[in-house]
């Protein structure tokens, strides 16, 4: 247990669905992460959430819609996605400390995306 | 853009076999980090290394950081089978953590 909860942890969609994938972290944590992880490919960051202001926006498609209501909370919100999205998405959250450089993330267990 | 290239991509080994993984870099970093992932499961936290020559044993697992800070290796003596693992190296600041692709490794009985 990371402290960090992840749901739904496996997730079929239509390319034509709407869904969201939920992130809660219990640690305190002040900053908040989405990562994409496809097979032999590096962890891909997506989104970064600072105190619930968005920080980073690696060129991610807007069918990828992020959502942080407050510091404990993310959301992924989905729609019409492509069978290449299919991956292992990844939420992760640390205390951020902007200049700090051995940043200790802490990782959900994930959900797995199928686009079919 | 800081690239982290790991090494080997696949490793299958015996039990009690020692055994070697790195990752490099063309770029400084301040410090690298190493986590393992398990099947089904996010990545935790193994050891962070910060100072350039550094050495962190954790158990027997030795990490070492690249005197120029741009490599690092990891190290596992007597490998166990709970060591079957995806090994993530990862460096950079907080809103730009970067991570290379991993080294997986599968430790047989």
């Known amino acids: 247990e990371t402290g960090v909860t992840q749901t739904p942890r496996h997730l079929v969609m239509g390319m034509t669905n709407k869904k969201s994938l939920k992130c809660e972290q219990h640690?305190?944590?002040?900053?908040m992460y989405w990562y994409k992880q496809s097979a032999k490919k590096p962890l891909e960051l997506m989104f970064v959430?600072?105190?619930?202001?968005?920080?980073e926006n690696n060129s991610v498609p807007s069918r990828f819609s992020p959502e942080c209501p407050n510091s404990s909370h993310l959301f992924l919100h989905l729609h019409t996605l492509q069978p290449e999205d299919s991956a292992l998405y990844l939420c992760a959250s640390s205390r951020a400390q902007p200049g700090q450089t051995n940043e200790k993330l802490f990782f959900g267990s994930g959900t797995q995306l199928s686009v079919l | 853009t800081q690239l982290l290239e790991q090494s080997p991509q696949f490793l299958s080994i015996q039990e009690g076999e020692n055994l070697t993984v790195y990752c490099n870099s063309s770029s400084v970093f301040s410090s690298l980090q190493w986590y393992r992932q398990e099947p089904g499961e996010g990545p935790v936290l193994l050891v962070t290394v910060v100072t350039g020559g550094e050495v962190k044993k954790l158990k027997r697992l030795t990490f070492q950081f690249g005197d120029a800070r741009k490599d690092s290796s990891l190290h596992i003596t007597a490998a166990q089978p709970g060591d079957t693992g995806l090994y993530l190296c990862?460096?950079?600041?907080?809103?730009?953590?970067?991570f290379g692709a991993g080294t997986r490794l599968t430790v047989k009985p």
């Open positions: 959430y600072n105190f619930k202001e968005q920080t």
């Open positions: 640690l305190g944590h002040n900053a």
């Open positions: 990862a460096g950079g600041a907080y809103n730009d953590m970067r």
